[in-house]
Protein backbone atom coordinates (compact mmCIF):
# COMPACT_ATOMS: atom_id res chain seq x y z
CA UNK A 1 0.00 0.00 0.00
CA UNK A 2 1.72 3.08 -1.14
CA UNK A 3 2.74 5.00 1.68
CA UNK A 4 3.26 2.33 3.94
CA UNK A 5 6.86 0.33 4.68
CA UNK A 6 5.05 -3.11 4.16
CA UNK A 7 5.87 -4.69 0.44
CA UNK A 8 3.05 -6.75 -1.12
CA UNK A 9 3.77 -9.99 0.36
CA UNK A 10 3.34 -8.26 3.53
CA UNK A 11 0.67 -6.94 3.24
CA UNK A 12 -0.97 -9.90 1.40
CA UNK A 13 0.28 -11.88 4.34
CA UNK A 14 -1.57 -9.48 6.50
CA UNK A 15 -4.67 -9.51 4.79
CA UNK A 16 -5.20 -13.05 4.43
CA UNK A 17 -3.69 -14.62 7.33
CA UNK A 18 -3.54 -11.61 9.85
CA UNK A 19 -0.13 -12.26 10.36
CA UNK A 20 2.34 -9.25 10.77
CA UNK A 21 5.54 -8.17 9.67
CA UNK A 22 7.49 -8.11 12.91
CA UNK A 23 10.26 -5.69 11.73
CA UNK A 24 7.70 -3.32 10.62
CA UNK A 25 5.58 -0.66 12.17
CA UNK A 26 2.42 -1.82 13.70
CA UNK A 27 1.12 1.79 13.02
CA UNK A 28 1.21 1.17 9.26
CA UNK A 29 -0.20 -2.45 9.94
CA UNK A 30 -3.20 -1.35 11.59
CA UNK A 31 -3.50 1.42 9.11
CA UNK A 32 -3.86 -1.72 6.78
CA UNK A 33 -6.32 -3.02 8.51
CA UNK A 34 -8.27 -0.07 8.98
CA UNK A 35 -8.88 0.27 4.92
CA UNK A 36 -9.77 -3.21 4.49
CA UNK A 37 -12.29 -2.66 7.06
CA UNK A 38 -14.01 0.11 5.62
CA UNK A 39 -13.57 -1.07 2.29
CA UNK A 40 -15.32 -4.43 3.39
CA UNK A 41 -17.82 -2.27 4.72
CA UNK A 42 -18.36 -0.03 1.66
CA UNK A 43 -18.47 -3.54 -1.11
CA UNK A 44 -21.18 -4.93 1.49
CA UNK A 45 -23.31 -2.03 1.86
CA UNK A 46 -23.15 -0.52 -1.82
CA UNK A 47 -24.58 -3.99 -3.16
CA UNK A 48 -27.00 -4.00 -1.02
CA UNK A 49 -30.09 -2.49 -3.35
CA UNK A 50 -32.03 -1.56 -0.39
CA UNK A 51 -28.72 0.86 0.83
CA UNK A 52 -28.82 4.31 -0.50
CA UNK A 53 -25.54 6.31 -0.68
CA UNK A 54 -25.46 9.60 0.69
CA UNK A 55 -23.75 11.74 2.79
CA UNK A 56 -24.96 10.04 6.13
CA UNK A 57 -23.23 6.80 4.58
CA UNK A 58 -20.32 8.51 3.71
CA UNK A 59 -20.02 10.22 7.41
CA UNK A 60 -20.42 6.56 8.75
CA UNK A 61 -17.23 5.28 6.38
CA UNK A 62 -15.00 7.73 7.82
CA UNK A 63 -16.30 6.40 11.67
CA UNK A 64 -14.98 3.09 10.38
Avoid: C, W
Wanted: proline content about 3%; charged content about 25%; glycine content about 8%.
Amino acid sequence: MEGTTLSFGETKELLEHGNTAGDKPLSEQLVILGFAKAYDVIIREATNPHNIIDSSFMKDILKV
